[in-house]
């Protein structure tokens, strides 16, 4: 059998899964996936892989007994043996008072997240793609050394109340730095699509080739708060932190940004600046995303923060049966409405400040005010009178994201940016900040 | 180190998910099957065998084999509640050549029979062939002995895997129940174990065969105050550890008294998260701290992780070399620091040693996974620069003949890479106590526990949080602080390190969790060390106003 399922092989798979069943209910997660990678330094390849996989799971319950089992084999033998051995880890499990049942059939919406070119990938076109950004670097006598990966596969499940789900993807993501061989420049890009015809491995590293050049010989300005413009990129890793933090239950534990005084969640408080919206869309043509979650909920366009108010907060099912509010699921994707400013506009528009084009080593200080700290990396510079005057060398900030979406000055056009540290993407505007806290200063490149 | 991993492992991140995010391609299987022996050794040699064959008639200079079980249990809990309970297991093989002067890798899941070992070294071949074009030198390989059939197991007392799970869910709802009853709204714990059954052979004519286990109890609590809304949380002072059961054996030998109780090689569960409960409603109350220079007296609990960001990943050659540019990053460490010989890393009192065979270690093993016995070796002596972490492929760049045998794949299915040892400070030559140490500090922090961390690329500017903070004024604790966070240089700040307690506090923490590479890889490791005193080191505040 294939590893990727169409949608009628799965469905006769799960259907097959679910008629050996015997216990109360009965819901089974199916996934399959091919992956492949290269991986170069020191302007030459140093490692690549491929990875072939596929997983079925199954979640038996009686009553609000409850046991799961996974299997990677799917002869008929295995598949039952799979399904008795779920139904024994429930039967010897302690009674789970948050379980609260399957769901049954769903409408989901339609997302196109399937590309024949990512799925159609073979070594042969990862080298030459590859060989494409290092001529580029070879040629400069800079030193290159990046990662592309690609995968398509599908998830789906069906349980037995009669719902069943498919949502088959492909994604293709590429970053590379460039460093100068006197080690004072260092660029940087990363690119991830859904559509492997989309990435241009030239053009990418040709930013990331710029920034290397232009980043040599920075000079130390003080550490202080500055006017910052952040590239998408930087931008990215500090908003992960608020979407991490947007769960109901947390909130309403009282251990999170989201919880204040009294036992109460800042549901509908205004926190943020008016011209910050953020919402998921699993349809958004730019950022597919599978329009239903693990458990079988639907995904459906959701504000999250609209117009600087929060919107909601995601409550499991069981949280919200318990609080006697509507369950909603973590979204698959996030987005963050912009203007149409270009970077270039960005800057020009400014008399004094910094550009940011990465951030590096990203974690929490303090969650009670997402305080974050890490380091700008792989590019910055100092701009004066709308110009890029000069590079900087890198700054450790000291920054949450709340208090600097409260000083926002403006917003660009969005796009597709891929998070260095999560490996995800999403659709962010570049933004320009004002008094954004660096703290010291690094001599790192 | 890539917590944020480990959070949705072990289902604590913001989506709640419960199941944890299972390694590639294991199964969840029952308690008793992780009980079951492997494949026999035998076995093992024959596939083995069947790769290397296949590999050198399709050309390859060099093959080795790795055939992996690998083996997992979750037992996660909050408050009164079990939340989950995963056992899981992987098998399977991966396949390593050099074939035209490059590297190439297959793995394959569940290789049962030889004609799968041999598809995967065929595979392997024709990778490196595909990608030599793209080599500008070939591999340079460390001459490496072989050692015929050899095997090491980890010197445990107590497989965790044979401990009833009713016994470890049991102690983790007392724990729970001690945090609560103790000033906590909420509790986490996990217990989580591994089991590494690797076998390796290679065309240098070594077949090891190994056993390696590790374990970690860890909790979170909680302390909530109403009025404020505000939060405070206080994390286990434990250490994952290479060791079996034995580690939850409560021993007052292994208990090191003083402000709080910390532990060596026995942890007391119930004892440190009752502590804990008082200290996160503590905290409410504790004096925000005041910004400015201070003496800092770490404790092997916090000082652990310093090292681990500040030296132990600095000086991992690959990482000097430009190997992990686009995602790690290089390092301050440079080669033309290291061969002048007079690079002060840190002060005299600084030894900072590498080491593979520490008993109850997370990186202790017999052979690493290219094949070579494993030592230890000195990285900083007297607080000079005098080496690196090197593996077979790198090692001549500085000079050496021999691997220093600190190669590791996180999976079967993973190729293996340069990863650090244990990397740790040795203890004072001179005797010299916490109490005695603490008493000359005239203005200072002590710092116990580790927290919020984030170091530069090349690791030169870093900043560090941690669990308890207590102020030391003219040589007394006299009470708890709270918001602080230090920011230093790494070579600024090894060379302020003024003294080192003696070896009666030396104490390993680590990390389960270190990742590298892309994709990435998480690998288990330790570090050791006695209290130490730093001075003038710049303290933040962290409070923030919302």
Redesign the interface.
Known sequence: MAIILTEAEAKALLTKVLSYSKADECEVNLIGEERGNLRYARNEVSTSGSLINQNLQVQSAFGKKVGVATIDEFDDASLEKVVRRSEELAKLAPENPEYVGVLGPQQYLKSNGFFDSTAKVTPDTRADVVAKSLELSRAENLAAAGFLQDNYGYSAMMNSKGLFAYYPSTNVNFSLTVRTNDGKGSGYVARGYSDFNKLDTAAATRIAIQKAKGSAEARAIEPGKYTVILEPTAAVVLLENIFYNMDARSADEGRSYFSKAGGKSRMGDKIVDERVTIYSDPTNPELPASPWSGDGQAQAKTMWIEKGVVKNLAYSRYWAQKQGKKPLPYPNNMIMAGGTASLEDMIKSTQRGILVTKLWYIREVDPQTILLTGLTRDGTFYIENGKIKHPVKNFRFNESPIIMLNNLESLGKPERVLSTESDQNYLIPPMKIREFTFTSLSDAV | MNR?DFNQLIGM?????L?PN?P?????V?PEALLEAGIDVAVKKRLADAALNAAKSKGASYTDVRIGRYLNQFVITRED??QN??NTESYGVGVRVIADG??????V??AKNEADMAKAAEKAVA?AK??A?????PVQLAPQKGYGEVSWKAPIKRNAFEVPIKEKVDLLLSVNSAALQNGA??VNSVMFMVNEQKYFASSDGTYADQDIHRIWPNFTV?A?D??????E?RNTLSSPMGMGYEYLQVNPADKVTGITTRYNKGYDMLEDVTAAAKQARAKHAAKSVEAGKYDLVLDPSHLWLTIHESVGHPLELDRV???????A??S?A?LDKWQSKNFNYGSKQVNLIADKTQVGSLGAVGYDDEGVKTKQWDLVKDGTLVNYQAIRDQVHIIGEKESQGCCYADSW???Q?QRMANVSLAAGKTPLSVQEMIKDVKKGIYIIGDG??????????F?F?GQLFYEIKNGEIVGMLK?V?Y?S?TQEFWNSCAQVCDERDYRLGGSFFDGKG??SQSSAVSHGSSTARFNGV?V?N???K?
């Open positions: 944020r991140g913001a989506a709640g998910i199941l299972l590639a391609f294991s199964r969840t029952s509640k079990v309970i995963v490059c590297w190439g890798f297959a793995a899941v569940d990778i595909a990608n074009r793209l080599m500008k030198e709204n909420y909680t909530i109403p009025k404020t809304g505000k939060f949380t070399l430009g190997y992990e540019a686009n995602f990053g290089t301050f440079t299915s993973s190729v890479f919020s961390f984030s170091i530069d690329q090349q690791r030169y500017n900043q949080g918001d966070a920011q240089n892309q994709p710049n933040i962290t409070a923030r919302i």
